[in-house]
Antibody, heavy 120, light 110 residues
Framework: EVQLVESGGGLVQPGGSLRLSCAASGFTFSSYWMSWVRQAPGKGLEWVANIKQDGSEKYYVDSVKGRFTISRDNAKNSLYLQMNSLRAEDTAVYYCARDRAGGAGAFDIWGQGTMVTVSS | QSALTQPASVSGSPGQSITISCTGT?????????VSWYQQHPGKAPKLMIYEVSKRPSGVSNRFSGSKSGNTASLTISGLQAEDEADYYCCSYAGSSTSVFGGGTKLTVL
């Protein structure tokens, strides 16, 4: 079964850090661009970052540039999001998603999401 | 990286057809045939319904169709069914390997 499973969410204070993980199974992980997409409570979807198959290219939404780092380990079939200098507005469910369109944003497989709450 | 514009809500009766619009700019929707649509039920992950403007992934009903004209893309759902009630999001490629979503549209089946 093709599957993505996120983990690592939780409650963190403003200015703190958190590392999200996404474990992939059921497909050739190293063949796909991967993305993180977030959804604040009661709000819409927001694309956050993506990474090329070999990790050589990474792109971010302006609001997280310099604070978040996307990475992957193809040997472990895993995607990561290192989040530093967290702000209240980063509170959201974070989804990892497979991009079938080579970085062009057609997300055909999604995880169940992991909740990140930034609050004191 | 401004969000695409969608109507906040649309509604229709069972069996009817509805259309959800998604307006962007010449830098995203207008420049690329790379618009996708997602269905999201409460508490669930989004599901890809349409990609590359009008293509349906395997398993998605042919009641769902997509189109684009200029800077505006559209999702049409024909033969509305109760299970179609959900939030719908458009997404467009915005250049430099980035993507932008719309604000979402809540579909109510009356």
């Amino acid at each position: 079964e093709v599957q993505l499973v996120e983990s690592g969410g939780g409650l963190v204070q403003p200015g703190g850090s958190l590392r999200l993980s996404c474990a992939a199974s059921g497909f050739t992980f190293s063949s796909y661009w991967m993305s993180w997409v977030r959804q604040a409570p009661g709000k819409g979807l927001e694309w956050v970052a993506n990474i090329k198959q070999d990790g050589s290219e990474k792109y971010y939404v302006d609001s997280v540039k310099g604070r978040f780092t996307i990475s992957r380990d193809n040997a472990k079939n895993s995607l990561y999001l290192q989040m530093n200098s967290l702000r209240a507005e980063d509170t959201a469910v974070y989804y990892c998603a497979r991009d079938r369109a080579g970085g062009a944003g057609a997300f055909d497989i999604w995880g169940q999401g992991t909740m990140v709450t930034v609050s004191s | 990286q401004s969000a695409l514009t969608q109507p906040a809500s649309v509604s229709g009766s069972p069996g009817q057809s509805i259309t959800i619009s998604c307006t962007g700019t010449s830098s995203d929707v207008g420049s690329y045939n790379l618009v996708s649509w997602y269905q999201q039920h409460p508490g669930k992950a989004p599901k890809l319904m349409i990609y590359e403007v009008s293509k349906r992934p395997s398993g998605v009903s042919n009641r769902f169709s997509g189109s684009k004209s200029g800077n505006t893309a559209s999702l049409t759902i024909s033969g509305l069914q109760a299970e179609d009630e959900a939030d719908y999001y458009c997404c467009s490629y915005a250049g430099s390997s980035t993507s932008v979503f719309g604000g979402g549209t809540k579909l109510t089946v009356l």
